[in-house]
């Protein structure tokens, strides 16, 4: 039997999956069955957080693989620390890859893109999810992990892969999701089904939507404008102000534009979208009994 824990926040939870508690790892474990899942994951959890709280209580249950997707509350909010990323991160993978333990790890799609914001708001949250991405990418290059691009899945910007606030998947993009981490495990001779893709619920109705929008979604508004809000305004005026500047330096004016900030923010989104319904196998390590 596989025993497989999950790390991360919202997304890994679930949240937006009107099976409740299920979620893309839900999904992937009933695909690899018999396989027993410790779904560890917590809204809002940053990296630190999933390495002071939830790694302790993955090591403790000695599993034969592990998934960590998380990273998209550190790039919304407004104490942004890629180096401090980059070491809990080391920490977090290397970990698990000395108990011999199999890690699924994968990159962070563009929230600009899925929440579909202009370009000049797009492209600072687009840096800070590339800085993550970049980070995520080369440890799982160095430290052997089973990696996963979800920022270059196309099919994964599609708008009915995603919930009413556009950050938490749909049932059919946890599906999406799953398939994909099943796929690639697949390819490397894990005996896996492919989750079907289709959702097994109704889609939720306008209605559903829009009270989540007016219930969670407004209380994550209010939470992250005292933090992530104007941080991100700051940012978004040095983006005005470079583009200002780029066009005089083509018209031949001199430098004058200030250094943008490059850094960036994580913000906790933990509402229900939809309200509930309803190297080889044996290379890898899986499955321990």
């Not at 404008?225 to 005005?240: G, K, M, N, T, Y």
Request: glycine share 8%; proline share 8%; charged share 25%.
């Amino acid at each position: 039997m596989t025993r497989m824990v999950s790390l991360g926040d919202s997304v890994t939870v679930g949240l937006g999956d009107p099976v409740p508690g299920r979620g893309w790892a839900g999904l992937l474990a009933e695909a690899l069955a018999p396989a027993e899942l410790s779904n560890l994951a917590v809204c809002g959890a940053r990296v630190a957080d999933v390495v002071r709280d939830q790694l302790p209580r993955a090591l403790a249950l000695r599993p034969s693989l592990a998934t960590v997707l998380v990273g998209v509350n550190d790039t919304l909010r407004g104490d942004f620390a890629p180096r401090q990323i980059h070491a809990d991160l080391e920490r977090l993978i290397t970990r698990l890859r000395a108990d011999q333990v199999t890690v699924l790890t994968a990159t962070l799609p563009d929230p600009g893109l899925m929440l579909r914001i202009p370009e000049l708001l797009r492209r600072p949250l687009a840096r800070r999810v590339h800085v993550v991405n970049t980070i995520v990418t080369d440890l799982a290059h160095r430290h052997g992990t089973i990696h996963l691009d979800l920022a270059r899945q196309p099919a994964l910007y599609e708008r009915r892969m995603w919930g009413a606030d556009r950050l938490h998947p749909s049932e059919r993009g946890h599906r999406h999701l799953a398939r994909l981490f099943a796929a690639e495990l697949r390819e490397r001779g894990v005996p896996v089904r492919l989750p079907d893709p289709e959702p097994a619920n109704a889609e939720p109705t306008a209605w559903a939507s829009a009270f989540w929008l007016a219930t969670a979604g407004t209380a994550w508004l209010v939470r992250r404008s005292r933090d992530f809000l104007p941080a991100f305004a700051r940012l978004v005026a040095q983006e005005i102000w470079h583009e200002k500047f780029a066009v005089r330096a083509t018209a031949g004016e001199p430098d004058v534009a200030p250094n943008r900030d490059e850094t960036s923010h994580e913000g906790r989104h933990c509402g229900r979208v939809v309200p509930a319904p309803g190297q080889r196998g044996h290379q890898l390590g899986l499955p321990r009994s």
